[in-house]
């Protein structure tokens, strides 16, 4: 794993914060204490752990009262917005005044479930955020015009939030930016043919992007072929340095602070 010694033993050094990694998920969770370790090694200290089916909620919860370092966010992923129903939704208000944030919610139609559903799932989760002031992590493919707008109607500016894994473009990106979200930069930007994900980090300003590894997926260049971990976010890291052509501990502070600023309940050490 990678780690650069000067920049982890400057004062300066903030501790990054991976704002998107399923840590509850496999082949993470039943090696977790390792992979936390390691993670720790790289400069990752805290980890944002996201909603994904009603029948996780137990195990983040489980895992983030272990970890001090581990802040979970509950809610339902659009892939399963069929399980936005009542009872769930209800168990979700339990839970969610315990977590950071509400997520990941959003819409993606290359999943089987109707958009009509998953919309009607993300404007549910949208209305509890507001309700409890949390902020909220999206996720959104190919459907962003409509997840701006459905934003705007549920004025999500109120709470702001995480743009996840951003595919979209640079107009777009500064949309969702003047609502108050920032920008999630995954590992996609360690290959040089993802366009847009390299084209958002040389045109936006950084003190609107923050990081994430989505965890166990999205590895970058360098492991590719293995499952993703938090530590493996300071290729991200560095490939961010490059495109902006400044210092690794440039990106590790803003990114750092552009979290915080939306993750306000955080207690970074
Ligand atoms: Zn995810």
Known sequence: ???????????????????????????????????????HLAGVTQFVVPGVHPDGWERMAAIA?????????FGIHPMHAATAVNG???????????????????L???YAV????????????????LELGLPVLVHCRQAFQRTLRILQEEHAEQV???MHAFSGS????REFIRLGFAISISGMVTRETAVRPLRIVRELPLEHLVLETDAPDMTPQRYRGQSNQPGYMVETL????????????VVAQSSHAASRKILGRMKVS
């Open 1 to 39: 794993m990678y780690r650069n010694e000067e920049d982890l033993q400057s004062e300066d050094w903030p501790g990054l914060i991976d704002t998107h990694c399923h840590l509850d998920l496999e082949p993470l969770y039943s090696r977790l204490a390792e992979v936390v370790s390691g993670a």
């Open 65 to 73: 009262a272990r970890h001090a370092d581990i802040f979970p966010a």
């Open 88 to 106: 769930n939704l209800s168990q979700l208000a339990v839970h969610a005044s315990s977590g950071v944030a509400i997520g990941e919610i959003g």
């Open 108 to 110: 993606d139609p290359a």
């Open 114 to 129: 109707s958009l009509e559903r998953q919309e009607s799932a993300f404007r549910e989760q949208l209305r509890l955020a």
């Open 160 to 162: 702001g939030g995480i």
């Open 170 to 173: 640079c107009e777009m990106a």
């Open 238 to 249: 560095h490939a961010v340095a490059r495109l902006k052509g400044v210092e690794p501990l």
